[in-house]
């Protein structure tokens, strides 16, 4: 079955630069989206379509892509940043859809 | 305001089954997919199936396929999960998600979710 990899865990310190990588042999033909989960709450979608951001998202967050990996990135992070990260984005066929094993990302 | 309301979450025994529903509100229903997901304890999401906006296509994971059928009901609102043969690895809190792109045909990613209903299978 199609997997989306990435990192365990990311740290950065507040005010700097985050990126999270998602990596799969699909990502050179198909959109990576992204998700912010905290604690005890529903996943929230931050980007999707490559490098689109739902109607209240921070522009700090962005996605681009090269060749098999995609990334997130978070310019300017914040404390409240401080959460998991899942990757999404469907297998060569277009029939299954997948997240990634997720990020942990601390700010400290 | 776009809202999603999951319900029939249970405490099942091993080979049961059990059917949650997802009843939706704030949009104009047939235009958007609709995607279920869930996530067991202290795990990632994983994507289960999704049913598009006309309810001409469903797609299942693979670890669903032939035990669970996504339907919907475009009049009244509400998409059901019909769960069979159920195993303690479906155990999880189960969330419906509205795709973010409109469209009878279009399908993008889960962008609204609901609250979500929990699956328990145990004996």
């Known amino acids: 079955s199609y997997e989306l990899t990435q990192p365990p865990s990311v740290s950065v310190s507040p005010g700097q630069t985050a990126r999270i990588t998602c990596s799969g042999d699909a990502l050179s033909r198909r959109y990576a989206d992204w998700y912010q989960q905290k604690s005890g709450q529903a996943p929230v979608l931050i980007i999707y379509?490559?490098?689109k951001r739902p109607s209240g998202v921070p522009a700090r967050f962005s996605g681009s892509a090269s060749g098999t990996l995609a990334t997130l990135t978070i310019v300017e992070t914040q404390v409240d940043d401080e959460a998991d990260y899942y990757c999404y984005s469907t297998d060569m066929s277009g029939d299954h859809r997948v997240f990634g094993g997720g990020t942990k990302v601390t700010v400290l | 305001e776009v809202r999603l309301v999951e319900s029939g979450g249970d405490v099942v025994q091993p080979g049961g089954s059990l059917r949650l529903s997802c009843v939706a509100s704030?949009?104009?229903?047939?235009?958007?997919?609709i995607h279920w997901v869930r996530q067991a304890p202290g795990k990632g999401p994983e994507w289960i199936c999704l049913i598009r906006g006309d309810g001409g296509d469903t797609y299942y994971a693979e670890s669903v396929k032939g035990r669970f059928f996504i339907s919907r009901d475009n009049n009244g609102q509400s998409v059901s999960l019909e769960m069979n043969t159920l195993g303690p690895k479906d155990t999880g809190l189960y969330f419906c998600?509205?795709?973010?792109?409109?469209?009878?045909?279009?399908?993008?990613?889960?962008?609204?979710w609901g609250q979500g209903t929990q699956v328990t299978v145990s004996s």
């Open positions: 704030g949009f104009t229903f047939d235009k958007f997919a």
């Open positions: 379509d490559y490098n």
């Open positions: 998600a509205r795709d973010i792109t409109e469209g009878e045909k279009s399908i993008s990613a889960p962008g609204i």
